[in-house]
Structure formats: structure tokens, C-alpha cells
């Protein structure tokens, strides 16, 4: 199975991604982690990344594609589940080239749908763990008593009018995004209100039916 996943800040991608990968036996993809493992591992193309990043400039389109094109052909350009990337309509007009030279076009592009309020909610109520990176959730997951309070901290992106700036950002980048892959008959729109689980099966059945 060959899938995009999206959504916005807040939306759940990273649970869902990690219960895909844990059931279903895909690969994650995220485009994130490759360009961190690409900077420690000390490519050549991850030289090349790190020159933009040390410059604090965005890392260019192409040489990201070049590195998410390396990552799914090393999975043999099957089972993997692409986790924030095509973001842009270039982006996913070299991907669909790619992939139908392989003959392994994306099963469905994945998008979880969550109303911007409660989007924020869920952001602002995020905390971190300021030695350890461990993330808590005000509602869902306190951090523990025993825990100094002045170790847990609000990232200031998760502050509400941050959130919404993402939200915006994010809308404007991804809407003709969706709009590509629902031309193409791609597009499967999942409710991300409610349970990770119930989240969960809603993707499975509705992938299914793509695949």
C-alpha cells in the first residue's frame, strides 16, 4: 500500500502514522526526520541540506524531493506511508512522474479534516518536558505530579494566535495540494474528531477501498 498522510498542526498525523506503520507493516516517510538523519549521517546530499540549514534558509524543493525519492526507493517503492510531504503542487507533480515511471502510483492521499477550534485547543493545551522532550496534553495526558512544574513549558507555536498562523500557512499551502489529488480521484478526507482508534479505522476502510 503506497499512501500520502495530512493534515493540520494538531490533527493527529503522527499517531496515525505510527499505528499504520505498527498494523499494517508500511514504512514511515516523514520528509522531517530525513532531512535530520541525512545532516547527522553526513551524506553527500545531507552536506548539502545542512548548508541551507546552518544559513537558517528553507531547504530548496529539489533537494528535498531528491531525498524523499531516495527514501522511498529504498523501500523498494512499496508499503510506505509519506507523512507531510507532497506539500506543494511541484512537489506533487514530480512525484506523480516518479511513481508512474515505477508503476507504483500513491493508493490515496490521505487528508484528516479536524475543525481549526478545536485544532487549537489541542495545540494549546500541548506541554513538553524541557530536558527530556516528553510531550503532555493539559486534558489527555497531565504530566506527572512528581514532576517540577518549571520543567514543563508551552512551545511558543503551540500559544493559540500562533496555532492559528499555522493554520493559515498550512490552508494556503496544502489546499491546491488536495485540490490535485482530487482530481485524480486520490483524495479520501478522514474525520480526525474522536478517538485515535476510531480515527484509525475510519483510514483502514476507507484505504481499502482505494488500494
Do not use: C
Not at 34 to 46: D, F, K, N, S, V
Not at 91 to 118: G, T
Not at 140 to 149: G, S, V, Y
Amino acid at each position: 500500500m503506497r499512501l500520502a498522510l495530512f493534515g493540520p498542526p494538531g490533527a493527529g498525523k503522527g499517531t496515525q502514522a505510527k499505528l499504520l506503520v505498527e498494523r499494517q507493516g508500511l514504512t514511515h516517510i516523514s520528509t522531517g526526520d530525513i532531512i535530520r538523519h541525512a545532516i547527522r549521517a553526513e551524506t553527500p546530499l545531507g552536506q548539502e541540506v545542512k548548508k541551507f540549514v546552518d544559513a537558517g534558509q528553507l531547504v530548496p524543493d529539489e533537494v528535498v524531493w531528491k531525498l524523499a525519492k531516495q527514501a522511498i526507493a529504498n523501500e523498494g517503492h512499496d508499503d510506505f506511508i509519506l507523512d507531510g510531504y507532497p506539500r506543494t503542487v511541484p512537489q506533487a507533480e514530480w512525484m506523480e512522474a516518479y511513481l508512474d515511471e515505477q508503476d507504483a502510483s500513491l493508493h490515496a492521499f490521505v487528508s484528516l479534516v479536524v475543525p481549526d477550534e478545536q485544532l487549537v485547543d489541542r495545540l494549546s493545551k500541548r506541554r513538553v518536558h524541557v530536558e527530556t522532550g516528553e510531550t503532555y496534553h493539559l486534558d489527555f495526558k497531565p504530566p506527572p505530579a512528581d514532576i517540577d512544574d518549571a520543567m514543563i513549558k508551552q512551545r511558543s507555536d503551540d500559544k493559540p494566535e500562533k496555532v492559528r498562523e499555522r493554520l493559515a500557512v498550512y490552508k494556503e499551502e496544502t489546499q491546491p495540494v488536495e485540490t490535485f489529488y482530487r482530481e485524480r480521484g486520490l483524495l479520501v478526507e478522514i474525520d480526525g474528531v474522536g478517538d485515535f482508534e476510531q480515527v484509525y479505522e475510519r483510514i483502514v476502510e476507507a484505504v481499502q477501498d482505494q488500494a
